[in-house]
Every structure is written in structure tokens, then in C-alpha cells.
């Protein structure tokens, strides 16, 4: 976990992480529920755009560059309301200056719960 983070704060873990791979999980509990007790839909969008920044990151210079969350959008196709879900985001694209994610989340029985489409902007690090 990354201390004093949104992903400290949701309880996500990152599982894998390869160049052009990342997998990570986050679980459904007080944290990551909405009043009405299933998960909250900007939980698993959090998740995704985590996964996709996490991967991006691995892809560029890190000396040189910077990565960030241009546009997500999400599709949410069932409801949760405890366990774990994880998160696999595979770069559809990977250009100069931007990169493309798609990201699924599935349940511990392997359905669908979110897909996901992340734009991440490289741009370069500011002196």
C-alpha cells in the first residue's frame, strides 16, 4: 500500500505488476460502500484508474516523465456487498503521448462487476 493515499484509505492491494499488466484487489467492506450498502461505483472507478496509473507508470521514463488520468469511464454490471473484488488492466495502446487501459473487475467467482477504459496523459516532468 502507498501511506496516506486513496489507496491506503480503500484498502487496495497491487498484486501484480508487469509492463503492460496489472492486477490489484480491494476489498468491499465500510470503506468501499455506498449508504445503501453495495459497493460504491467511484470505489471501482478509483480501482481502475489505480490500476491503469500503476501500469502506465511502468511504461515510460521515469526520470524524464509523468503520468495522469486523462478520462475514465466505467460500466457497471452487478452489484456487491462484501468480499473482495480484483482488478486486471491490460494497455490496449501505448503512444508517446498517451496511453489507453482497459480494466475488469470481477468477484471472487470470476463475474463481471465493472469494465473500465482509462486514457492516461504522459506529459513531461516539470523542473
Given at each position: 500500500?502507498?501511506?496516506?493515499?486513496?489507496?491506503?484509505?480503500?484498502?487496495?492491494?497491487?498484486i501484480?505488476?508487469?509492463?503492460?499488466y496489472?492486477?490489484?484487489t480491494?476489498?468491499?467492506?465500510?470503506?468501499?460502500?455506498?449508504?445503501?450498502?453495495y459497493?460504491?461505483?467511484?470505489?471501482?472507478v478509483?480501482?481502475?484508474?489505480t490500476?491503469?496509473?500503476f501500469?502506465?507508470?511502468?511504461l515510460?521514463?521515469?526520470?524524464?516523465?509523468?503520468?495522469?488520468?486523462?478520462?475514465?469511464?466505467?460500466?457497471?454490471?452487478?452489484?456487491?456487498r462484501d468480499?473482495?473484488?480484483t482488478a486486471?488492466?491490460?494497455?490496449?495502446?501505448?503512444?508517446?503521448?498517451?496511453?489507453?487501459?482497459?480494466?475488469?473487475?470481477?468477484?471472487?467467482?470470476?463475474?463481471?462487476?465493472?469494465?473500465?477504459?482509462?486514457t492516461m496523459?504522459?506529459?513531461?516532468?516539470?523542473?
Open positions: 500500500m502507498v501511506p496516506n493515499t486513496l489507496i491506503e484509505a480503500l484498502g487496495i492491494e497491487i501484480t505488476l508487469e509492463e503492460g496489472v492486477k490489484a480491494m476489498p468491499v467492506d465500510e470503506r468501499t460502500r455506498q449508504p445503501f450498502g459497493l460504491h461505483g467511484g470505489a471501482s478509483a480501482l481502475a484508474e490500476v491503469a496509473s501500469g502506465a507508470f511502468q515510460i521514463d521515469q526520470e524524464t516523465e509523468n503520468t495522469f488520468g486523462l478520462e475514465i469511464n466505467a460500466n457497471h454490471v452487478r452489484s456487491k468480499g473482495i473484488v486486471e488492466g491490460q494497455v490496449l495502446h501505448r503512444g508517446r503521448t498517451t496511453q489507453i487501459w482497459e480494466i475488469k473487475i470481477k468477484d471472487e467467482n470470476g463475474k463481471l462487476i465493472c469494465v473500465s477504459r482509462c496523459a504522459v506529459v513531461p516532468k516539470r523542473e
